[in-house]
């Protein structure tokens, strides 16, 4: 459960192991467990409190629903294409470049509808720079993959970055070739 996660990182110093995680103070600790038990709360507990149960599953299930769709998109498109779903390197860097695209760059509406996860390629490089900077490396990290010869995969918006991936998982649906069978 993911509002457990926050728990494991601070009693380890880390996410997931790997990522480190600043322990929090005492009191900045009890002021964010606070806002996950309002948070659970207010989403799972009061609805069916408050409404009949039809109103309160709505109420439980649509936020979650929406979010959950929307980091789906903004996840998929941005993995999920012919260029970057088998993409692999031994190398940390280059493989989180390779295994990315961004799209939109430089318009307000993809960065601000998906959080700054249009910028996918810096958001893996640098995971703890909050996404409001980003844009500010970006530049940097498409002159060295030029400098180095590592493909950085851009594509212009929604649009576009939508139907790479539509037409990925269009092609991955086609039944291969096989050898003595007819089609």
Same mark, same amino acid.
């Given at each position: 459960?993911?509002?457990?996660?926050?728990?494991?990182?601070?009693?380890?110093?880390?996410?997931?192991?790997?990522?480190?995680?600043?322990?929090?103070?005492?009191?900045?600790?009890?002021?964010?467990?606070?806002?996950?038990?309002?948070?659970?709360?207010?989403?799972?507990?009061?609805?069916?409190?408050?409404?009949?149960?039809?109103?309160?599953?709505?109420?439980?299930?649509?936020?979650?629903?929406?979010?959950?769709? +929307?980091?789906? !998109? =903004?996840? @998929?498109?941005? $993995?999920?294409?012919?260029? /970057?779903?088998?993409?692999?390197?031994?190398?940390? #860097?280059?493989?989180?470049?390779?295994?990315?695209?961004?799209?939109?760059?430089?318009?307000?509406?993809?960065?601000?509808? +998906?959080?700054? !996860? =249009?910028? @996918?390629?810096? $958001?893996?490089?640098?995971? /703890?720079?909050?996404?409001?900077?980003?844009?500010? #490396?970006?530049?940097?990290?498409?002159?060295?993959?030029?400098?180095?010869?590592?493909?950085?995969?851009?594509?212009?918006?929604?649009?576009?970055?939508?139907?790479?991936?539509?037409?990925?998982?269009?092609?991955?649906?086609?039944?291969?070739?096989?050898?003595?069978?007819?089609?």
């Amino acid at each position: 459960m993911q509002v457990l996660s926050d728990v494991r990182a601070n009693l380890k110093g880390a996410y997931n192991n790997v990522v480190p995680y600043a322990k929090l103070d005492p009191a900045r600790l009890y002021a964010h467990f606070l806002g996950r038990i309002l948070y659970v709360f207010s989403l799972f507990v009061w609805p069916y409190l408050a409404f009949p149960f039809w109103k309160a599953l709505i109420w439980a299930v649509v936020p979650i629903a929406t979010f959950s769709w +929307s980091f789906m !998109l =903004n996840s @998929q498109i941005n $993995h999920l294409t012919e260029n /970057c779903a088998h993409a692999s390197s031994p190398h940390f #860097l280059k493989h989180q470049v390779i295994t990315a695209q961004d799209f939109g760059e430089g318009r307000w509406w993809p960065t601000f509808f +998906s959080g700054g !996860l =249009n910028m @996918q390629v810096e $958001h893996h490089m640098f995971p /703890c720079v909050n996404h409001c900077h980003l844009k500010s #490396l970006q530049p940097e990290v498409k002159a060295l993959c030029e400098k180095h010869d590592v493909p950085y995969y851009m594509v212009s918006g929604y649009r576009e970055a939508l139907r790479t991936h539509l037409k990925h998982t269009e092609e991955m649906g086609v039944r291969p070739f096989s050898v003595g069978h007819e089609h």
